[in-house]
């Protein structure tokens, strides 16, 4: 029998998750099907639990859900306890188990796919949302010199340096304080993209050959337009999308599908849309 996955968010149409894993599934020849579903802002536990009880395997989360996702778990993964935020969840006889994938995804593609090597480096990441909580501890596992988190607020930035302060050298604070400051690789973990805004930050802030690295994906938003004016190297998250993709896919069905052939399919397929292809 066909086992049915999904992921959930808002705004969720633009997902391609289900490319993803539909391409994992005939790579690895396992039986599924799975969708994109948008979850109301104030209903996403009551889509949870209707997939689920029409027979829905499990789920991958994304914005703005990931904290709710970690309270409706009953059972966590330490990197998800941690995060305090949860992005993928297996439907089990005991419940809902969470995980949070984003962090080796990010880590994957940055050292995997784009050749970052992040020990002893200068991290700065930007934003204290769930897509942050879920990188902070695997960046600090790669050794750099310091990870620096900023954040509109700088209480919840401040806050949660001080909750992954036992991993390594992590400070929290607000934007203003980035000034005079850099960094190799700048990590956008907001979704001011989504709206067309850029954080507040000022200029100088990327070193010498400094990646700019934006989470999202499919988007040439304002941040990596910014970058692109400080004459930076930039990535989007397509590729963390697929190798973090890749970690929940091993985590549900136990295979762990490549991921090279996968990203390469969905950049040509950018690539086609550039050029107005179907």
Not at 15 to 43: C, E, M, N, W
Not at 183 to 197: Q, W, Y
Not at 245 to 253: T, V, Y
Not at 263 to 268: C, F, K, P
């Amino acid at each position: 029998m066909t086992d049915h996955y999904a992921v959930f968010g808002h705004p969720i149409a633009h997902s391609k998750s289900p490319l993803i894993h539909t391409a994992f599934a005939r790579q690895t020849g396992q039986d599924i099907d799975y969708v994109a579903l948008l979850a109301p802002l104030d209903g996403f536990a009551e889509c949870v639990a209707a997939f689920r009880a029409g027979g829905g395997r499990g789920a991958n989360v994304t914005v703005p859900f990931k904290e709710q996702a970690w309270r409706l778990a009953g059972r966590r993964s330490a990197r998800a306890e941690l995060a305090g935020a949860v992005n993928t969840l297996r439907f089990d006889a005991d419940g809902l188990f969470g995980d949070n994938t984003d962090g080796a995804g990010l880590v994957a593609d940055l050292t995997r796919n784009l050749g970052i090597e992040l020990a002893g480096r200068s991290i700065l990441l930007l934003g204290a949302g769930g897509a942050a909580r879920g990188v902070i501890g695997p960046l600090l596992e790669q050794g750099p010199a310091r990870l620096t988190i900023a954040n509109r607020t700088p209480e919840r930035a401040v806050a949660l340096a001080e909750r992954f302060r036992t991993l390594g050298p992590v400070v929290g604070g607000g934007y203003e304080a980035l000034a005079g400051q850099r960094f190799d690789l700048i990590v956008n973990a907001t979704s001011a993209g989504l709206s067309d805004e850029l954080p507040p930050l000022p200029d100088r802030l990327l070193g010498p050959d400094g990646l700019a690295y934006d989470m999202m994906y499919g988007r040439n938003t304002p941040f990596l337009r910014w970058a692109r004016a400080q004459g930076a190297r930039c990535a989007d998250g397509l590729g963390m999308l697929v190798e973090q993709a890749a970690e929940a896919f091993w985590l549900w069905r136990g295979v762990r599908p490549t991921t090279g052939p996968v990203i390469a399919m969905l950049r040509e397929g950018e690539a086609k849309g550039v050029r107005g292809e179907v």
